[in-house]
C-alpha cells in the first residue's frame, strides 16, 4: 500500500505507484474526467513507418529541436497544407526525433476548457502536439460564443 498526502487530501495506492520528478520522455495524450479532472494517458509512439521519404523534412525537423534547444522561450510551428502534403508524417517525424531528445510529446485531441491551465502546469520542456487544432478549437470558440450570448442575452 501506498498513500499519497496532497495538502489535506490522502489518497490510497496500490504497489505500482511510481512518483518521478519529470514526466517520462514518452508519447502521451490529455484526457479529462469529471471526477478527477486532467491526467495524462501513455500513447503509443507516433512512428514512421515509410520506407521512402521524399523532401527536407528530416532537415526541418532537426532545425525545430535545434533552434527550441537555442531559445529560452516556448516555440511553436504550425503545419498547414492540403490533405496528403506530409504534415502527419512530419509531426511523427518531430515526435520521433523530440523523444529521442528526451523530450515528452503530449498530445491534445479534445478540447476542455482549463487545458491550457493543465498544460502550463508541466513544469519541463515537452512538445504539445495539437492534433487537428482547427477542428478542436473552432468547437471552443463556438462554444465560448454561445456561452457569451446566453449570458449577455436581452433581459438577461
Request: glycine letters at 8%; aromatic letters at 10%; zero cysteines.
Amino acid at each position: 500500500m501506498n498513500v499519497v498526502n496532497s495538502g489535506n487530501s490522502y489518497q490510497i495506492y496500490g504497489n505500482g505507484l511510481n512518483v518521478y520528478k519529470a514526466l517520462p520522455s514518452q508519447v502521451y495524450e490529455v484526457v479529462f474526467s469529471q471526477f478527477t479532472g486532467f491526467s495524462l494517458v501513455q500513447h503509443d509512439d507516433l512512428e514512421v513507418n515509410e520506407d521512402k521519404i521524399y523532401g527536407s523534412y528530416d532537415k526541418r525537423a532537426d532545425k525545430i529541436l535545434k533552434s527550441f534547444g537555442a531559445t529560452n522561450r516556448n516555440l511553436g510551428v504550425i503545419l498547414s497544407g492540403i490533405k496528403g502534403s506530409g504534415k502527419s508524417l512530419f509531426a511523427r517525424m518531430l515526435s520521433e526525433k523530440a523523444l529521442k531528445a528526451n523530450i515528452p510529446v503530449i498530445i491534445v485531441s479534445d478540447y476542455v476548457p482549463g487545458i491550457a491551465n493543465f498544460i502550463s502546469s508541466i513544469n519541463q520542456e515537452v512538445m504539445v502536439l495539437f492534433d487537428e487544432f482547427e477542428k478542436i478549437f473552432s468547437k471552443a470558440t463556438t462554444a465560448s460564443v454561445r456561452s457569451f450570448e446566453s449570458t449577455h442575452a436581452k433581459g438577461a
